[in-house]
């Protein structure tokens, strides 16, 4: 199994300032991660695919990069919305078995 | 509009049975590959099954791997979810999740319903 490690667990950002979170597999997944974001209540909303490809609607402040084993997800310019937990997902795995990192939480500083 | 809608999730003893539906809609069903995918409260997200278009190929995580079983009714723009011998550790919230298959891969999720709770306890 493939897994994946977020770090920190919890950042602090004021509004305005920019936020850069990472992630680390234990094996290369090529550039096969995926970013979602996490409001309490509410499902996961993808945000990155193909580890720096946004998905339809996301605004361009955010940002992803990376690939093999280190991928990093950046919030330029954090709004109040951007409050939420983030969690990198792989999908490399044959036969497939996707996992999760166990999430950052963008909090208000 | 993608919609997902899960149901049937509830309170459930251990060694009991429950069966999760997600209806979907604002797209065309058969086309896509789905996926089960939990939360416990307050962890993080754990994938369980997935099922291809035609329900000719299905995975499962080996947590739940001889208990659960994913189906759908593509007729009925349906995904199932059959849990048996549920145990307090498959307490969780349960996504369904429609996938992107890649060309070499299995691909990401780009939407999720909402999500149904299923606690298991006596």
């Known amino acids: 199994e493939i897994v994946m490690t977020q770090s920190p667990a919890t950042l602090s950002v004021s509004p305005g300032e920019r936020a850069t979170l990472s992630c680390r597999a234990s094996?290369?997944?090529?550039?096969?991660l995926a970013w979602y974001q996490q409001k309490p209540g509410q499902a996961p909303r993808l945000l990155i695919y193909?580890?720096?490809t946004r998905a339809t609607g996301i605004p361009a402040r955010f940002s992803g990069s990376g690939s093999g084993t280190e991928f990093t997800l950046t919030i330029s310019s954090l709004q109040s919305e951007d409050f939420a937990v983030y969690y990198c997902?792989?999908?490399?795995?044959?036969?497939?078995?996707?996992?999760f990192g166990q999430g950052t939480k963008v909090e208000i500083k | 509009e993608v919609q997902l809608v899960e149901s049937g999730g509830g309170l459930v003893q251990p060694g009991g049975s429950l069966r999760l539906s997600c209806a979907a809609s604002?797209?065309?069903?058969?086309?896509?590959?789905m996926n089960w995918v939990r939360q416990a409260p307050g962890k993080g997200l754990e994938w369980v099954s997935y099922?291809?278009?035609?329900?000719?190929?299905?995975h499962y995580a080996d947590s739940v791997k001889g208990r659960f079983t994913i189906s759908r009714d593509n007729a009925k723009n349906s995904l199932y979810l059959q849990m048996n011998s549920l145990r307090d550790e498959d307490t969780a919230v349960y996504y369904c999740?429609?996938?992107?298959?890649?060309?070499?891969?299995?691909?990401?999720?780009?939407?999720w319903g909402q999500g149904t709770l299923v606690t298991v306890s006596s």
């Open positions: 997902q792989q999908y490399n795995n044959w036969p497939p078995a996707w996992t």
């Open positions: 999740a429609r996938v992107i298959v890649g060309a070499t891969t299995y691909g990401y999720f780009d939407y």
């Open positions: 604002g797209f065309t069903f058969s086309s896509y590959s």
């Open positions: 099922i291809s278009s035609s329900s000719g190929i299905i």
């Open positions: 094996q290369s997944v090529s550039s096969n």
């Open positions: 193909g580890a720096s």
